[in-house]
């Protein structure tokens, strides 16, 4: 069993940055990587960005990347979403999720969840 608590969101200016924090405990030697989703009112649950726990790879969505970037630190079991840049469309609430199993892009294939934590940019 993994708990993960999500955390860092908040209300920004177009342009601006967040960094969102996601702490994982209980059996984390379980996982294999974790990852960063979002989801917009009305719209479906889209990955965003993922990290591999073993070698640190990295895998972004298109549309964010260049801008935002995801970081490991092991001995905290804690990884980090760096958003810069950004833009309306980044507005939705962010999701960390952990996953015990070889997967990236899926949301479905991902075994824990945090709570989310809400992220809005305006003009």
């Known amino acids: 069993q993994v708990q993960l608590v999500d955390s860092g969101g908040g209300s920004v200016q177009v342009g601006g940055s967040l960094r969102l924090s996601c702490a994982a405990s209980?059996?984390?030697?379980?996982?294999?990587?974790m990852g960063w989703f979002r989801q917009a009112p009305g719209k479906e649950r889209e990955f965003v960005a993922a990290i591999t726990w073993s070698s640190g790879s990295t895998f972004y969505a298109d549309s964010v990347k260049g801008r935002f970037t995801i970081s490991r630190d092991n001995d905290k079991n804690t990884v980090y979403l760096q958003m810069n840049s950004l833009k309306p469309e980044d507005t939705a609430v962010y999701y960390c999720?952990?996953?015990?199993?070889?997967?990236?892009?899926?949301?479905?294939?991902?075994?824990?969840w945090g709570q989310g934590t809400q992220v809005t940019v305006s003009s």
């Open positions: 209980g059996r984390t030697f379980s996982m294999y990587g």
């Open positions: 999720a952990a996953t015990i199993r070889r997967a990236t892009y899926t949301a479905r294939l991902y075994d824990y």
